[in-house]
């Protein structure tokens, strides 16, 4: 059996920074179990699987597909990057011909359109919630040490937790900070938190301004430590620094070692675009 293959660094334009997602292309259906032994090969943080809705579909001319999301330990229900990774291979690998693509996933219909050298996204926005410290206490001195907090949020919905740090801070703080992620596993007692955004209002000023905000993302219950460009990160972070600095377009940068950048729009029908460029690394075949 042969499966086509692709490695794409989404949200960026530079060959091996932003984050990195493995899109396959099924022309027939894949045995459940191959989804996952596939995700866990590639070893990449999402493996994204294509699959066509209705016999005689085509990959150049359809506009309506499945698509799933496993990391190397499981499936998921939302990831960014690699709907964005699976647009590009369909926009430019296969030249699709339409301006907008639907995926029907296990989070709803998902969009994906081209906005000149970006594709744009079409997520669900989620609110977030003021979360009690004590509740939390073990986990965020795991992720910030001493570092003083000025605001904790949490997302029912995707069960995020989002640590926003002092507005004293620069930016290299949060990049230089080093996250014991692996401990979250252990010191997070609640059961109730799946993912941790560090996030920090951005500078007006100096030599990283334009950026409204930065964060990083980890998700060791998902089997990834840190987590390059999180597009579902933003969709709950969107919400947050909309209400916070009171705008509906912004530019984030996740500060994480490979880096990535988004460009934020909120919609009036409640959800976000999100748009990223991306880089395709990678062509071939998977032969089993």
């Not at 179990?33 to 999402?46: R, Y």
């Not at 050298?117 to 926005?125: A, N």
């Not at 937790?161 to 596993?185: H, N």
């Amino acid at each position: 059996m042969q499966i086509p293959i692709f490695t794409v660094d989404a949200f960026t334009n530079q060959p091996f920074s932003g984050n990195p997602a493995a899109v396959c292309l099924l022309e027939n259906d894949l045995a459940e179990d191959l989804h996952q032994k596939i995700a866990t090969e590639m070893n990449l943080s999402e493996t994204a699987f294509i699959r066509k809705l209705h016999p005689g579909d085509d990959f150049t001319k359809s506009s309506c597909f499945g698509l799933r999301w496993f990391t190397p330990a499981n499936e998921v229900p939302l990831c960014g990057h690699a709907t964005l990774a699976s647009a590009a291979v369909l926009f430019h690998i296969q030249k699709n011909t339409n301006s907008v693509l639907t995926f029907v996933t296990l989070s709803g219909e998902l969009k994906a359109r081209r906005a000149g050298d970006h594709i744009v996204l079409d997520l669900p926005r989620y609110s977030t919630y003021p979360q009690v410290f004590q509740e939390v206490e073990e986990l965020i001195k795991a992720a910030v040490g001493d570092l003083v907090v000025q605001d904790l949020r949490y997302s029912p919905d995707t069960k995020k937790l989002l640590v926003r740090l002092s507005d004293a801070y620069e930016r290299s703080v949060l990049e230089e900070l080093q996250v014991k992620a692996q401990q979250f596993l252990t010191v997070e007692k609640t059961g109730k938190v799946k993912g941790l955004i560090l996030t920090l209002k951005g500078n007006s000023s100096g030599k990283h301004k334009g950026h409204d905000f930065y964060s990083r993302y980890f998700a060791p219950w998902y089997g990834v430590l840190e987590d390059p460009v999180t597009g579902s990160a933003h969709a709950v972070l969107s919400s947050y620094w909309s209400e916070q600095l009171e705008k509906k377009e912004m530019l984030a940068f996740q500060c994480s070692r490979r880096g990535g950048e988004l460009k934020i729009s909120l919609r009036d029908d409640g959800r976000v675009d999100i748009a990223g460029q991306i880089a395709i690394v990678l062509k071939g075949n998977l032969t089993f």
